[in-house]
């Protein structure tokens, strides 16, 4: 309650200032804008967002007309509080699509290299996301992403270029395995993955290593090939190297994640690689084991959609072979 009576109070504020007509119309709409910013960092509701979307909105009325340059940063801007909004349909993503289509034009002409860039990196993620409702097409995602390596690239950007190669990967890895490309997404996402470790590492950039390393794992883990065991003991390394940044302590249901898919690994690894024909019971063990502490994560955090997979995984599989 405390929270949301300093959520209205900042609103009121702000709209206060819009309608002081002593200042000139484009101070009032840059007061606005970071009013709004503000409420975006961090937030702990969405109301804080919705908000937010409502002062971009109240900024863009008080803007001239001929200030086309800040009107395009407010309307991106916009379209990043509205992409963050948790929703059960996809209203607010259409209406960041929209704004970030607007303002992207006027932002190739007039901003700055890595104004575009981050919104069509933005763009990308929004698309990406209706794409898997079949609202959009994952290609143009792939393309707004490939538009926005043109800046972010691997010597000035590495931590958006590290994001950007995972966003690729996903991508090309949600596309259906239909065709005979299928193999070639597959090693375009590896590649993408792996392009982004080499400017990322532990110690500097701990977020986006964990999140590449562990999306690494699962790319290997699913992908088609003869060297099935193989793959696996490399997503295991890989499952590792994100467990060094995703402990239980720190990021329980990162954590839990990461040990879900290790589970998952570990399920089709015959114990001695070398000799599969030897089983694989030691590993089914180790999975079991894993998917008992994931479950045990997801359900003490209210995670109950993830506890029940777990719970199908855990108790449908005998440790003793497959059913």
């Keep these: 309650m ?3 009576d300093r959520i209205e109070d900042q609103v009121r504020a702000a709209l206060a200032t819009a309608e002081d007509e002593t ?3 484009v101070e009032r709409a840059e007061m606005l804008m970071e009013i709004a910013i503000g409420l975006q960092i961090r937030p702990k509701s969405p109301l804080q967002l919705e908000s937010a979307a409502n002062l971009y909105d109240r900024a863009l009325a008080l803007c001239p007309p001929d200030e086309a340059l800040f009107r395009a940063r407010i309307t991106a801007r916009k379209g990043t509080a509205l992409q963050a909004i948790v929703e059960e349909g996809f209203d607010c993503l259409i209406r960041a699509r929209d704004a970030f289509n607007e303002a992207i034009p006027v932002l190739a002409q007039h901003g700055k ?7 069509e990196m933005n763009l990308g993620v929004v698309l990406q996301s209706l794409a898997s409702a079949n609202k959009a097409r994952i290609t143009d995602a792939i393309s707004a992403y490939q538009r926005a390596l043109r800046t972010f690239d691997r010597q000035n950007f590495p931590q958006e270029f590290a994001i950007l190669q995972n966003n690729l990967a996903t991508a090309f890895l949600s596309i ?9 997404r597959e090693a375009l996402a590896v590649q993408a993955f792996e392009e982004g470790l080499r400017v990322v590492n532990l110690i500097d950039h701990p977020t986006e290593y964990a999140m590449l390393q562990n999306n690494l794992g699962n790319a290997l883990q699913y992908a088609s090939s003869s060297h099935v065991a193989e793959n696996n003991l490399r997503a295991l390394d890989a499952y590792e190297e994100a467990l060094k940044v995703r402990t239980r302590e720190t990021m329980p249901s990162e954590y839990a994640n990461t ?3 290790m589970a998952n690994c570990f399920w089709n690894l015959p114990d001695d690689p070398t000799h599969p024909e030897g089983g694989n019971r030691g590993n089914l063990l180790k999975a079991r084991a894993l998917y008992s502490e994931a ?5 003490s955090s209210g995670d109950t959609e993830k506890a029940k997979i777990v719970a199908e995984a855990l108790f449908a599989r005998s440790p003793f072979g497959r059913r």
Excluded: G, H
């Excluded at 479950?295 to 359900?299: A, D, L, M, R, T």
């Design 2 to 4: 405390v929270a949301s």
């Design 113 to 119: 290299p890595e104004e575009l860039a981050e919104a």
């Design 176 to 184: 259906p395995f239909t065709d005979e490309r299928s193999k070639m």
């Design 295 to 299: 479950q045990e994560i997801f359900v």
């Design 23 to 25: 200042i000139q119309p």
């Design 259 to 261: 040990i879900t898919n």
